[in-house]
């Protein structure tokens, strides 16, 4: 086997991080980076995702939710009946996110593929690259909305969220000029053939301090958490804020924040348990006006399904008592739950495989952060591969970091995984 394409390209680190400062410049707000779904700063990434995926050699594609689908196709002898390696990761972000969630999983791979075509190389099988178009939920408060269309998982019913200007997801697609105009049908016939895939491989930053606690540049993912999310509207009464005596006000806040200490606290019984509310507001509030409303979002994860669920019965009837108590409305609203999704062994020891040829350990770890690779678990078999974030391993905010030493090191490895690749022998 010839010497790998990335030996001679020692700078292919760097211009995965120059290419992320690049698709970071497009963003929905000023002096950070927002890239909310279907937004014109989405567009722009997604237009030059395309851009890059065919000047490194590969057939594009867009879907109808907005994927960019960029196919490596397979060596001519083997044959039509080639099957998908399929990797990838979403570009859109958080509020004010960081630069390389989910797109260091896009420009990775598409970085080595330009290597691999530069070098002449085909590979025995067609290596998909998948930009996921959404994933992050920021829009239309869904979750993994992109991958759960290539899943063959959409919900129709997600076509009615509406976001905070109030145009529902389907009036979004129906005004994007994507395949199918956001038609339901369009959409289901996006899946990918469950039959075609080899499997599902997706490089992404850790987005924690494990790898950099124990001086490791890369690890092997074994689960990725399951994690159900979560609207609540509390209805409370408006009344002037100095003729209302305390013991006769329905304070939808106050009753909020008696919630949001339970998630906390309930969720603190539990190692593997994790609860968030990371969003919070009193609608049209003002100061001298008693809230009448308070909406707050939930994100409950844990490393196993039964944590998780029994975690949100008991916040759930929380809500009701303090609710009730309190003499306000709760209406909770759910978001489709993503179960914990298992890494594949025989596709993990493939990357430990390469990565002890390089003298690297084949750390594993488990994934608090949710991946498209959970959703793609749904139908084919998935590894992942972590690489170390610096600033103590933080994310979901623009401290996130990663070295051009560690995203050349993951590139390589990536090169020597694809090449080396075997098929699941009783698949
Ligand atoms: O929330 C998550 O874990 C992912 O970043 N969407
Ligand atoms: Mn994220
Ligand atoms: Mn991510």
Known sequence: ???????????????????????????????????????????????????????????????????????????????????????????????????????????????????????????????????????????????????????????????????????????????????????????????????????????????????????????????????????VRVGGTASHAGTTPMNLRADAAAAAAEMVLLVEARCGEVASLVGTVGQLEVPNGSSNVIPGACHFSMDIRAGEDGIREAAIADILAGIERIAARRGVSAQVERVTPVNNAPCARWLMDQFATVLAKRGLQAFELPSGAGHDAMMMQRITDIAMLFVRCGNGGISHNPLETITAEDAQLAAEVLVDFLRHFQPRQDA
């Open 1 to 231: 086997m010839p010497a790998s394409p990335t030996a001679s390209l020692p700078s292919l680190g760097q211009a995965i991080l120059d290419r992320a400062d690049q698709l970071a410049r497009h963003s929905d707000m000023e002096g950070g980076l927002t890239c909310a779904y279907l937004t014109p700063a989405h567009r722009a990434a997604q237009a030059l995702l395309a851009e890059w995926m065919a000047a490194a050699g590969m057939d594009v594609r867009v879907d109808a939710i907005g994927n960019v689908i960029g196919r490596y196709a397979a060596a001519a002898e083997a044959g039509p009946g080639a099957r998908v390696l399929m990797t990838g990761s979403h570009f859109d972000t958080v509020r004010n996110g960081g630069r390389y969630d989910g797109r260091l999983g896009i420009l990775l791979p598409i970085a080595v593929v330009d290597a691999l075509h530069r070098a002449g190389i085909r590979l025995p099988y067609h290596f998909e690259v998948v930009a996921f178009a959404e994933e992050e939920g920021l829009r239309f408060k869904t979750s993994f909305l992109a991958s759960s269309v290539l899943a063959g998982r959409f919900d129709p019913a997600l076509l009615e969220r509406r976001d905070t200007a109030g145009i529902s997801l389907g009036e979004a697609l129906a005004g994007s000029g994507l395949p199918g105009g956001g038609a339901a049908a369009a959409l289901a016939a996006a899946a990918v053939d469950p039959a075609s895939l080899l499997g599902f491989i997706e490089v992404h930053i850790e987005q924690g301090p494990v790898l950099l606690h124990h001086g490791l540049p890369l690890g092997v993912v074994t689960q990725i958490a399951g994690s159900s999310r979560f609207q």
